[in-house]
């Protein structure tokens, strides 16, 4: 038997049963000789590999988010959207212009300079689901056997758009990765938010918007990439803030319904909620414009907040509480709430608390005295519920 001296030698005897075969095309990007395809997640697994001196730590955060991404289409069919997946191929393999396909033996391996994460979340999920299916396997559980396997089998059959680069080398891989995760910026709040239409506040905020006639009065700014366009008294993320502030008595970052599993019914009900919250605000407060304290963002979200408290006591959105408490605005003096500076100089979460429990206060003290209506059904005991 003749001695092999090199991996070459060794790759060569292989078999051609052994090769993994990529189909694609051959071109040449800003001077490098790549290669562009999409496979499907199954044949991905079996040929990348994680250079830990070009890539960074795996971040859990992000994998986790990833991996509820994922979960959308597994469990739901919803669409999930990924950029593609960068590989190098550091000299192996070897591309047949002929049949248009690059060819890799079993044991060579491309390496990721782009989505790392990416991959690491869809194999997590293999595992686990791998993990679930031998689990349900040993109890027999063949109905459970059968949903895990289909879960996997879309897993698997995944189509991932791929680029590899055949010819660079480790240093151009890191200026790479670099270049890629360092340069483009990434889209502001208000745009960022307005494109993703999945949640369920943000799918209000957007039907709100555009459905409401009262919306017409109150002008949402549905398109700036940041903050909100000089013609505007809300941004699109202010809007979400409101209506979190007014269903949940929350921040947004604490908002605990704003999930991707809702009915329609959920969206009619809220909507018609919102809708009567921002008639009742244009009812009791001044015209809407810039410069009047009472619609300037912090306010606008403390009053949710404030409201959410007195609409809910008994359990469900009672819109005659809602109507009563909003009579005690008239009678708000929005200037005493912050004292000198504070509506500049204070962190915004301080400013919104601040605005909160001074409404909050005045309210409490002085409702019996500045509300009094022989017409209202909240004073003469009735509790209807809005649901």
């Not at 044949?43 to 730590?57: G, M, P, S």
């Not at 949402?220 to 979400?240: A, C, N, Q």
Request: overall charge negative.
């Amino acid at each position: 038997m003749d001695q092999i001296s090199s991996l070459s030698e060794l790759l060569a005897e292989q078999k051609a049963s052994s090769y993994i075969e990529i189909p694609g095309v051959k071109s040449r990007t800003f001077g490098q000789t790549t290669l562009s395809t999409t496979l499907p997640m199954s044949k991905l697994f079996a040929i990348y590999e994680v250079d830990l001196e070009v890539q960074r730590a795996i971040v859990p955060q992000n994998l986790s988010k990833m991996m509820d991404y994922i979960m959308l289409y597994l469990d739901h069919g919803q669409g999930i959207y990924f950029p593609g997946i960068i590989l190098s191929a550091r000299g192996a393999g070897e591309y047949d212009n002929s049949a248009k396909v690059y060819r890799l033996q079993a044991i060579e391996k491309l390496y990721v300079v782009d989505g790392q994460h990416r991959l690491a979340a869809f194999r997590r999920l293999m595992e686990t689901l791998q993990s679930a299916m031998a689990r349900a396997k040993d109890r027999r559980e063949y109905d459970r056997m059968e949903e895990i396997s289909a879960k996997l089998s879309k897993l698997y059959s995944f189509p991932m758009s791929t680029m590899i680069y055949l010819d660079i080398n480790a240093r151009q891989e890191r200026q790479l990765f670099s270049d890629i995760n360092k340069l483009p910026r990434k889209i502001g709040g208000n745009l960022a938010v307005l494109r993703e239409q999945r949640r369920f506040y943000h799918v209000l905020a957007s039907r709100l918007a555009e459905e409401a006639p009262v919306m017409k009065r109150i002008p949402v700014d549905m398109f700036t990439e940041r903050g909100k366009g000089p013609e505007y008294l809300f941004s699109y993320h202010l809007l979400i803030e409101v209506l979190i502030g007014l269903f949940e008595g929350r921040l947004k970052s604490a908002a605990r319904n704003n999930g991707y599993y809702f009915e329609e019914k959920e969206i009619e009900e809220h909507l018609k909620l919102a809708s009567l919250y921002f008639e009742s605000l244009l009812k009791y407060l001044p015209e809407p414009e810039k410069g009047e304290l009472c619609w300037s963002e912090n306010l606008q979200i403390a009053l949710a907040m404030f409201f959410h408290d007195e609409v809910t006591k008994t359990g469900t959105f009672n819109k005659y509480a809602l109507d009563h408490a909003l009579k005690i605005l008239p009678h708000i003096d929005w200037n005493a709430i912050y004292t000198g500076d504070e509506k500049d100089r204070l962190p915004r979460r301080s400013r919104i608390m601040k605005a909160y429990q001074f409404v909050r206060d005045f309210y409490d003290e002085h409702h019996l005295f500045l509300i009094r209506s022989d017409n209202d059904p909240y004073e003469s005991g009735s509790e209807e519920d809005a649901s």
